[in-house]
């Protein structure tokens, strides 16, 4: 009971942490093609290639005798089902696992990892793929499959919360992509789960240049583990515990999101900040930057205004009404007033907007009015209390700040790119640096 319990949690993660490009469209069968980014409709160009090229690098720090494998997972974009990657002649291939044995979950018993013995190695991928992950792991991760109530079968990642599953003890981390013919490649350095394994990545485009998001500072999870023994000593939250040691050293800082998974003791964090927020604002109006003007994402776009009405945050522009959300909301970004449902772009835009505001704390300071703003950029967030200092930290230790530490952190004013997210319309391959 215990493992299907967190198999479920897995499954939950994945969805919740892949779901901002594509879960609608696969869940519900909405136009595939209606991308959306940090509540984005996305520009779409037709150069695709859908036979990107992914080089994983062990950089020098890596041990030669260490040994690393690579793990490809995601959705095909025709049937919307989960497809793995596995070596088949000289190449790779999709296929979509089976051996599915009630709700038990049973490991893929195909081989599906890829060791990454030289210090380079390059995979093609075969075709398009969606809200894909490049895993990577000092050592072998196991995917599981199970039948759901409906005897569908589903596929449960790694879960590094779960005792019993072997990435549990293990340094592991990957890279997300969206990879297909009208858009292109989108891809992003992921934290919103944990921080493990030190990677960083870079795309070059068909014309030759390159694009860089250079990821996490060498000694990254030591920093941000002792930072976070700091900040407990500092305000008695139990951010030391999101920490996890194997023999003696830090192997993994887990996202407040992630131990609030299985711990209950920071599901009150923000409650005082949240009545705060929601009194100050039932006597001063609340104006989302939608940063859209008919579909395109810019600089300053349409104001959506709101403001808190017998206990709930009423927005104009069909935005509609929030409810006051509870710490757990603003921690997944998904459930509650944040749920991912069926819904219009300016509430998209909303949702994720107000989310952001609450992981970096920026909704009660000077200019905190609009959201997000050109006066409140990267340096404004995580300064005032409560806040995520796990976010805090990781952006800390990223080179440039740039990576997702929380769903939403694509949420950004200006030109601003917190998220390291790259885009490529007509890319030709994707580096992968992996670091000790
Ligand atoms: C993790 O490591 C601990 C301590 O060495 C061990 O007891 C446990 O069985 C390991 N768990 C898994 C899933 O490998
Ligand atoms: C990273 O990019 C992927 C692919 O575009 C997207 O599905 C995912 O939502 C992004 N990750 C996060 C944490 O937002
Ligand atoms: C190459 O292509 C990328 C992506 O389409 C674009 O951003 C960049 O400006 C182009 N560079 C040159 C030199 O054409
Ligand atoms: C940003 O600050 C300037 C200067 O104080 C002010 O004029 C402007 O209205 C502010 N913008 C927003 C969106 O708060």
Redesign the pocket.
């Known amino acids: 009971m215990r493992s299907l319990l967190y198999s479920v949690a897995a499954v939950l993660a994945l969805v919740l ?6 879960s609608r469209a696969i869940h519900t069968g909405a136009p595939r093609d209606r991308l959306t ?1 940090g509540g984005h409709p996305v520009l779409r160009s037709r150069d695709g290639n859908a036979n990107l090229e992914i080089t994983i690098h062990k950089e020098d720090s890596i041990n030669p005798s260490d040994s690393y494998n690579a793990y490809v997972s995601g959705y095909d974009p025709e049937s919307h089902q989960y497809v793995l990657l596995r070596p088949a002649g000289d190449g790779y291939e999709y296929f979509k696992p089976g051996g599915a044995n009630g709700i038990t979950p049973t490991p893929i018993t195909e081989s599906i990892s890829i060791p990454l013995k030289d210090r380079m190695t390059k995979i093609t991928l075969p075709g398009y793929i969606v ?2 992950r490049v895993w990577l792991a000092k050592g072998e991760l196991t995917f599981n499959v199970l039948l759901d109530g409906d005897n569908k079968v589903v596929v449960t990642e790694p879960d590094t919360n779960n005792p019993t599953d072997p990435a549990y003890n293990l340094s592991c981390g990957f890279i ?3 990879n297909v013919d009208k858009d292109g490649l ?3 350095l ?1 934290f ?1 789960d944990w921080v493990g394994l030190l990677l960083g990545m870079s795309v070059t485009h068909q014309n030759g240049t390159t694009e860089d998001v250079p990821g996490l500072k060498p000694d990254s999870v030591d920093n941000i583990c002792n930072s976070l023994k700091a900040q407990s000593e500092k305000d008695k939250r139990p951010w030391d515990k999101m920490c996890r040691q194997v023999d003696g050293k830090w192997l993994r800082a887990y996202s407040p999101n992630m131990y609030s998974q299985l711990n209950k003791d920071m599901l009150d964090y923000y409650d005082s900040y949240i009545n705060d927020v929601w009194d100050h604002y039932s006597t001063t109006p609340l104006v989302i930057d939608s940063q859209d003007n008919n579909g395109v994402k810019v600089v300053s776009g349409q104001p959506i205004t709101c403001q808190v009405k017998d206990g709930q945050l009423a927005c104009d522009q069909d935005a509609g009404v929030f409810a006051k959300p509870t710490t757990a909301d603003i921690w997944g970004c998904n459930s509650g007033t944040f749920e991912n449902i069926e819904e219009g772009d300016h509430r998209k835009e909303v949702k994720a907007r107000l989310c952001a505001a609450f992981h970096r704390s920026t909704l009660l300071l000077e200019g905190g009015s609009t959201q997000p703003s050109p006066n409140l950029t990267a340096p404004s967030y995580y300064t005032v209390d409560p806040t995520n200092h796990y976010s805090r930290l990781v952006h800390e230790n990223l080179q440039g700040g740039r990576g ?1 530490a929380f ?4 949420v950004n004013p200006g030109m601003e790119n917190a ?1 390291g ?1 790259i885009r490529s319309a007509n890319p030709q391959s994707l580096k992968i640096h992996l670091m000790q």
């Open positions: 942490n892949q779901s901002f490009v594509w980014q809200s894909a997300e992509l969206t989108t891809t992003n992921s919103v997702y769903p939403y952190d694509d998220a997210l």
